[in-house]
């Protein structure tokens, strides 16, 4: 007759390194068995302290091991001078993906679960979590393509909007496995799922150049010196340290309003990161004192009031009058 086979703990690796270690010494046999011996039974389920404490070190060791495997592969893509900031965030993404992958299963053959004991309930339990999972992997996926096409980057300046609809732009920090980091100039850190930027329009403004045209509009009396209001508003643009002189400020008439003759400067910048309003609150303040040395008159609402004459409108002028002699009186 054959020989039973030794009965199986729940983990192969347990059992193989206490074989191992009880065959070295006696001592520290004994206590592996002192551990193994403080278990948990329940029916033909087993599991021992010592059992704990080798699932326990296999998983820390292998998540370090995969943590370290994982930083060094970035360090050497990030070596490789051919790559670009957003290929070499592409190229880190995948390898980590690659480490963590490799090493999950590596625990799993250390531990020496059998997969097949899982084959009842794998397949609802595995369609529970595709479900559950699914925008997840969405967002990854989005990630991925949107750094292999290089439509939005880190470093990118994009418009983006709030949930009250106010629209406002920042600048891309990270893109990570499942939001991309936009930073506006009020240090607001918004977290947008990469799904939202695959299927919603999105306004980059540095995708193919970083220059960005700023409007600053202007007003100035109607009786205003209309060219030398102009020399002076492209004087102001091109005095600001932040303004383009390529391509140089324009000014343009845009109507005729109410109190003034409105007028709109279009001048370019290159560092949008670094804000616009400041851009256009640099132009006016210049273009105040400049106004001002030069007396181009810049307006404020104002309205002519006509009354006309009417028997009602004499007699209380008349009754009125009256008052004012006798108070004189």
Known sequence: MAETAPEQGPVAAAEGIKEAVSSKSETVGSIVDTLDGLALSLGDFRISLFDVLVVGSIIVGVIAFAWFASKLARRLVRRVTRLDGTQQLLAEKIVSIVVWAAAFFLGIDLLGIDLTALAVFSGAFGLAIGFGLQKTFGNLIAGIILLM???????????????????????IRKIGIRAVSVTTRDQREYLIPNENLMINQVENWSYSS????????????????????????????????????????????????????????????????????????????????????????????????????????????????????????
Not at 154 to 171: K, S
Not at 238 to 255: E, F, I, N, Y
Not at 261 to 279: A, M, R, S, Y
């Open 149 to 171: 096409d290089r439509s939005i980057k880190p470093g990118d300046v994009i418009a983006i909007a709030d949930q009250a609809g106010n629209e406002t732009f920042g600048q």
């Open 210 to 329: 970083k220059n960005v045209r700023i409007q600053v509009p202007v007003g100035i009396s109607y009786e205003a010196d209309i060219d030398l209001a102009e020399k002076l508003m492209l004087q102001a643009a091109k005095d600001c340290d932040r303004v383009l002189s390529a391509p140089p400020p324009t000014v343009w008439m845009s109507d005729y309003g109410d109190n003034s003759v409105n007028f709109i400067i279009h001048c370019w910048i290159q560092d949008p990161e670094e804000g616009v309003g400041n851009v256009r609150s640099a132009v006016l303040k210049k273009l105040w004192w400049l106004f001002k040395e030069n007396g181009v008159e810049i307006p404020f609402p104002q309205r002519d009031l006509h009354i006309r004459s009417s028997d009602q409108l004499d007699r209380l002028l008349e009754i009125m009058g009256r008052k004012d002699a006798a108070k004189s009186k």
